[in-house]
């Protein structure tokens, strides 16, 4: 059976998703950007009206959505701002490992406190000496009686500093290489664990990211996530089901930098006609379309697959790494096709440029794309 057609309920989402992006995103972006201001105001709206948590199943206060239809709200969100998008994915980037291997208490404890509550969950792995060689970390864990003990840092962390908990990987040795790796959750008011914006960022500037430092902090037995010594292979399965929506967020992108581009060619005019008249301008809208519905479909994909219990390793890094690269060439050629205009921020391209990148890098560069996709093909 074989179908390219979304369900009414999934054209409703969609819709209320780009509503909300239209309507509430779009006109303020550009103030969070500069101001970097993490936008607490619009997000709750966002939470209020539904378009947060949506994986979160319904005995936890969540929609209990699939992962396709937080695709679709994804796309339509980044199609207002990608910071904004980021700001909300991040969150289910540190719901994903409990979905995936919390226990009842965990999933009640932590999932529910974001349906009743609005705020966000935040997903450390990256530390200042590991980023794509992610096993290579140095947070350490020790068992101390009935408790853990955390140590270490952690760079680069979205909503390091507006989260209400962290999923931290931590080591109990480094010699133990990957084996020696689990995953903890540490409410962010634990004693010893602290926060700090990261500021001056390229691009998607009002999304939060933070340092967090762990000093001696204490953990029950119970806030280790999944069985020890399995975190590494949680961070990995996580990203699996998260990769897809990073390609989401490409296409949402994607999506504003070509009607952005098509209605500024019909108005444009040089040599007195529009410069849409122009096949060199026209080649270059076609191939935004032609890669736009490339990337749709590899992503939308992915998402079914993981919906049927059928995702792999490789659809989702074949959406985010072929997402990625397009996204950051095609908001190239909409800086080009808007000319000098393009070059400044009274223009929307230029920020679509600069969000575009970090798509690039985060959650497995698009290098690190390459090597797991090459890794699966070489692997017989
Ligand atoms: C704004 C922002 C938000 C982020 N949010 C989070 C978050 O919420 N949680 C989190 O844990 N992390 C987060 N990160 C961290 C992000 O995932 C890392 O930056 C990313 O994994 C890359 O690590 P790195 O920056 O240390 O680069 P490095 O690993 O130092 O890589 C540098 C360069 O070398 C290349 N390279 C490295 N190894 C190889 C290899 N084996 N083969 C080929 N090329 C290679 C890379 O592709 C890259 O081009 C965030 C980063 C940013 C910038």
Redesign the pocket.
């Known amino acids: 059976m074989f179908s390219f057609s979304l369900s009414e309920e999934q054209r409703q989402l969609k819709q209320t998703a780009r509503d909300f992006a239209v309507a509430e995103i779009i006109p303020v972006a550009r103030h969070y950007d500069e101001a970097e201001e993490f936008p607490h105001d619009l997000l709750r709206k966002a939470w209020e009206i539904g378009l947060m948590n949506l994986e979160v199943p319904a005995e936890y206060g969540g929609l209990g959505l699939g992962i396709l239809d937080s695709i679709l709200v994804m796309e339509d969100i980044n199609y207002g701002c990608a910071g904004v998008g980021?700001s909300m994915a991040?969150s289910d980037?540190a719901t994903t490992p409990i979905l995936l291997a919390g226990s009842d208490e965990q999933k009640s404890r932590y999932l529910s406190w974001l349906t009743n509550e609005f705020t966000f969950g935040?997903?450390?792995?990256?530390e200042p000496g590991?980023?794509?060689?992610?096993a290579g970390l140095s947070t350490t864990y020790k068992e101390v009686g009935d408790e853990y003990v955390l140590n270490g840092v952690?760079?680069?962390?979205?909503?390091?500093t507006v989260a209400s908990w962290h999923i931290i990987f931590a080591t109990k040795s480094k010699e133990m290489g990957h084996a020696g790796i689990s995953c903890f959750i540490v409410p962010t008011d634990t004693a010893g664990l602290s926060t700090s914006k990261m500021k001056g960022?390229l691009g998607?500037r009002c999304?939060d990211?933070a340092e967090i430092v762990l000093e001696d902090v204490v953990v029950p037995k119970s806030a280790m996530l999944g069985p020890e010594g399995s975190g590494f292979k949680l961070a990995m399965r996580t990203f699996d089901r998260t990769r897809p929506q990073i390609g989401a967020s490409c296409i949402g992108m994607t999506q504003r930098a070509l009607d952005e581009c098509t209605r500024y060619a019909r108005e444009r005019k040089q040599f007195g006609q529009p410069i849409a008249n122009f096949q060199a301008v026209q080649f270059m809208l076609a191939d935004m379309a032609i890669e736009l519905e490339a990337m749709r479909l590899l992503t939308y994909k992915a998402g079914w697959l993981l919906d049927q219990g059928q995702g792999s390793t490789i659809v989702s890094s074949y959406a985010k790494a072929f997402g990625a690269d397009r996204a950051v060439q095609i908001a190239s050629d909409a800086i080009q096709i808007f000319g000098c205009y393009g070059y400044f921020s009274d223009y929307p391209v230029e920020k679509l440029f600069r969000d575009a990148k970090?798509i690039q890098?985060?959650?497995?560069?698009?290098?690190?794309q390459r090597?797991v996709i090459a890794r699966h093909l070489l692997s017989g």
């Open positions: 980021t991040a980037l935040a997903y450390g792995l990256t590991s980023g794509s060689d992610a952690k760079h680069f962390i979205t909503n390091g960022k998607q999304s990211t970090l890098i985060y959650e497995g560069t698009s290098q690190i090597v």
